[in-house]
């Protein structure tokens, strides 16, 4: 009898296996992962083996081929004889920079605007609204295309170019008044761009390099004494003025002490095209200010949402205290409102970045337009798919890590 | 090798006309859309039909049968991306079980049509008519294939493909054929895994510039810092960059996927000059808003030679796409025609008896995989190469293209068809 009861109990305990609820999950887990695996595995086997069987080449050896074909606008330097390799890492950086100076720019509107919606003032407060309400729900490629063909198309030919700069005098049919001069700044818009000179620095310009490094280090050491000071005896230290006046005036020294090194070289018209200066290209610029126009409008709203959501009487202890408004609002609005508003700011930069690919609609070649270039030149899909994937996932994460990281900074420290 | 006289060759090498050359085919006179053949028109239609499929072909890890199932709706998806469909292509280029089955004809027997990768919307080449039907030089083509097989050609469905898709459908075994406008070159016949079955219009590249806005241009050469508009992913932007290079010029592209964009950014005066197949420039000249003001500059800097493509490792199926286009071309030259086929097959002449499978135990048909009146199915179905010229994009269509060189290589032009026999 005795080796029965061992028998039973083996069969219960066993069976009691199968009935462990944790067990049972860790089973399923497995066979999951281990079904995902297998799927995983089919479908590149199956890819491979039907790209061999249509003699379609695979791989991604095509990168280094010549890519002979020339891209209008990079920040290093390409040619047709360039790598498809070195084309996508133009088309890249292109992506950043549009989604870099887009995020700033975006940023800066939205603040502005959002705290206008919650303005005092009534013609403020509704234009900022009206703002809001346009630009949020108008899609974000008729935008990119309102800018490129309604605004920057129209503008004159390069021999008519609008010249910027300021008239001392302005002309009528009856005569000139004022002085006959135009105090130009050198710049030019028309439809191929933006023309600005372009800075040329000489000798001894590192010693203006030098000088705004140490400016900043400077500001940084009197902010922190002046907060010691504070903090000490309560007594405050115009920072921003100080630091103002040394970012501003050791480099001016600097520049005066190298001898002024610098020279501008302005755009100058040719036969087709102004040449020579910076030039800013129609479809940066269009693509850019849709995007920060666009993307701000969202902002804006966090930003107000953000602000709105921090309790009243913040605000009225804030005036209790004896803070004036522009005080109240840096010093006790703004950093709690901060907390409510980095979260979805983040995603409003993911969007920015990703909506950047839709710079392909009008010809800015950024990582999707040169992608898509290669792609129709190769026939290499699947790879040049992967690639895009694999890269905005990448800008993406790399776009939250630094919104966390930046966000548990400003997270309310409890002492 | 010399099928014309040498007075009439443009030297490739240095990729102009020479200036004592006579060219008195006049490539200046041929009005056509094949620069549109890179047209992305943005159909909605056209975009979900494909979407659709895509989208099917991933889902149901499509074995090539299986395709008869999918829906063929053209219901509008409007604003959807070309990029999904790229990529749900390339989705169905991993999942599909078969992509390149090695029998196509059985395949498209078994459906009953074959299934035509053609151009989105691009007249005289391959656009829907009032009636929603498909027609063109490029359709044609479709369906002659169509008619050698099932002796009729309306058996035959159209897939509209932009010049991004193209490809994709193709090598994906979405469609059965590309005749689409599509430059036969080197890489797409090697690494893109395609064949091409022969050359149904000869093309060339030019410029177009505004000649009120820029006077005293009269060549390509004289176009060093110009801004220049281009289609990407196109043949017409590498050679635009091999020409520039070679001369020793500078130029700044301005590249756009879609055709009605650089349309717009040209007639807006972003770019000084068009670039794109010399026919084609004539053709968009006549959409832009002040046609008389622009010229087309006399040199051509490529050969555009465009025409169908099918996928490698089916020797049967691109030997029914090659021959039902030499058939054609035959028809013309035996005088042919979709009115006197029928008497024609009674001609005593051995050539023409033998064209239209009317000799005794002629085998040639059947050895193509076709019955052995697939010719005369063809000339009832479509008419000979002239006739489909003529009607779709010369005398008789509102292009008036001179054939140029697409006339048959007796009358000076580089059309020459392999015997039947």
Redesign the interface.
């Given at each position: 009898m005795a080796s029965q009861d061992v028998a039973g109990r083996a069969d219960s305990s066993l069976a009691s296996y199968f009935n462990d609820p944790k067990i049972r999950g860790i089973v399923y887990q497995v066979l999951l992962f281990v079904a995902l695996v297998f799927f995983i595995y089919w479908v590149v086997g199956n890819t491979v083996e039907n790209l061999r069987r249509s003699n379609i080449s695979s791989g991604f050896a095509f990168l280094n081929g010549r890519s002979g074909f020339d891209i209008s606008q990079s920040l290093i330097s390409f040619s047709s004889d360039s790598r498809y390799s070195r084309a996508l890492v133009v088309g890249l950086l292109n992506t950043l920079l549009v989604a870099g100076v887009g995020i700033v720019t975006a940023s800066i509107i939205g603040f502005i605007v959002g705290i206008g919606r919650l303005s005092r003032n009534w013609l403020i407060r509704k234009l900022c609204m009206v703002y809001v309400e346009v630009f949020r729900n108008i899609p974000p490629l008729l935008v990119i295309f309102f800018w490129y063909f309604g605004v920057i198309s129209v503008l004159p030919a390069p021999r008519d170019s609008i010249a910027l700069g300021i008239p001392l005098g302005f002309e009528t049919s009856y005569g000139f008044y004022g002085l006959d001069y135009f105090l130009s700044f050198g710049s030019y818009l028309n439809n191929r761009g933006f023309f600005l000179p372009k800075t040329m620095w000489g000798e001894g310009a590192w010693l203006i390099a030098a000088a705004i490094v140490v400016a900043i280090a400077m500001v940084w050491f009197v902010a922190r004494k002046a907060r010691q000071r504070q903090e000490a005896t309560g007594q405050q230290f115009p920072v921003f003025w100080t630091s103002v006046a040394l970012i501003i005036g050791l480099p001016l020294l600097a520049f005066a002490l190298a001898g002024f090194p610098l020279t501008l070289e302005f755009p100058t018209a040719s036969t087709f095209n102004l040449v020579g200066g910076f030039q800013v290209k129609p479809e940066f610029l269009a693509l850019y200010l849709a995007l920060s126009f666009y993307t701000a409008a969202f902002i804006a709203e966090i930003v107000r949402a953000g602000i709105l959501g921090v309790n009243k009487g913040q605000t009225e202890a804030s005036y209790a205290l004896g803070l004036r408004s522009g005080q109240a609002l840096r010093l006790v609005i703004i950093p709690q409102a901060m907390r409510i508003i980095i979260p979805p700011l983040t995603s409003q930069y993911l969007n920015l970045t990703k909506n950047s690919s839709l710079a392909i609609a009008i010809g800015y070649p950024d990582l999707v337009a040169i992608g898509g270039t290669i792609l129709n030149q190769t026939g290499q899909s699947i790879e040049i798919v992967a690639i895009w994937m694999v890269v905005y996932l990448g800008l993406s994460l790399a776009t939250s890590a630094f919104m966390n990281w930046f966000n548990a900074k400003m997270a309310l420290v409890e002492r | 090798m010399a099928i014309r006289p040498s007075k009439w060759s443009f030297s490739v090498e240095n990729f102009q006309t020479p200036a004592d050359s006579v060219i008195p085919l006049d490539l200046t006179k041929i009005i056509a859309f094949d620069a549109v053949r890179e047209r992305e028109h943005g159909s909605s239609a056209a975009c979900e039909a494909t979407f659709r499929k895509w989208a099917g072909t991933a889902l149901l890890l499509s074995h090539e049968k299986n395709r008869d199932l999918i829906p063929n709706n053209r219901k509008g998806l409007v604003?959807m991306k070309h990029?999904v469909k790229?990529?749900l292509?390339?989705a169905a280029?991993?999942?599909?079980?078969?992509?390149?089955s090695a029998a196509t004809l059985d395949d498209v027997k078994a459906k009953g049509f074959v299934q035509c990768g053609v151009n989105t919307a691009l007249a005289g080449f391959s656009a829907p008519n009032d009636k929603g039907e498909w027609t063109g030089f490029d359709v044609d083509l479709c369906r002659a294939v169509a008619a050698a097989i099932f002796g009729d050609p309306t058996k035959v469905k159209f897939t509209p493909t932009n010049?991004?898709e193209r490809?994709?459908a193709l090598?994906s075994g979405e469609i059965d054929l590309l005749s689409r406008n599509t430059t036969w070159t080197l890489?797409?016949d090697?690494?893109?895994?395609f064949n091409f079955a022969g050359v149904n219009y000869y093309d060339g590249q030019g410029f177009m510039i505004n000649a009120k806005?820029?006077p005293g241009v009269n060549s390509a050469l004289?176009?060093?810092?110009?801004?220049i508009c281009v289609q990407?992913?196109?043949t017409t932007?590498?050679n635009?960059?091999?020409y520039?290079?070679a001369n020793n010029l500078e130029?700044?592209?301005?590249?756009?996927?879609?055709l009605e964009?650089v349309n717009?950014?040209y007639d807006?005066?972003?770019c000084?000059a068009y670039t794109t197949d010399q026919s084609g420039l004539y053709s968009i000249r006549l959409t832009l808003a002040a046609p008389d003001d622009h010229v087309v500059l006399p040199e051509i800097i490529s050969k555009e030679p465009l025409g169908p493509a099918v996928?490698?490792?089916d020797d049967q199926w691109m030997d029914i796409v090659k021959w039902t286009l030499y058939a054609m071309v035959l028809a013309e030259e035996a005088g042919i025609t979709q009115a006197n086929v029928e008497e024609m097959k009674n001609s005593p002449n051995p050539d023409i008896k033998r064209i239209l499978g009317q000799e005794a135990d002629s085998k040639l048909g059947t050895d193509l995989g076709l019955s052995n009146d697939w010719v005369v199915n063809i000339i009832k179905g479509v008419g000979n190469y002239g006739e489909s010229f003529e009607r779709n994009i010369g005398q008789g269509s509102p292009l008036k293209i001179a054939r140029g060189l697409n006339a048959l290589w007796t009358k000076g032009g580089l059309q020459y068809a392999m015997p039947i026999r």
């Open positions: - | 604003g990029t790229v990529i292509g390339a280029l991993g999942m599909a079980a078969s992509a390149a010049a991004k490809f994709t090598q890489s797409r090697t690494s893109l895994g806005k820029l004289q176009l060093s810092g110009a801004s990407t992913g196109t932007e590498l635009l960059a091999d520039f290079k130029y700044n592209p301005v590249v756009f996927e879609k964009e717009a950014a807006s005066g972003r000084d996928r490698q490792g």
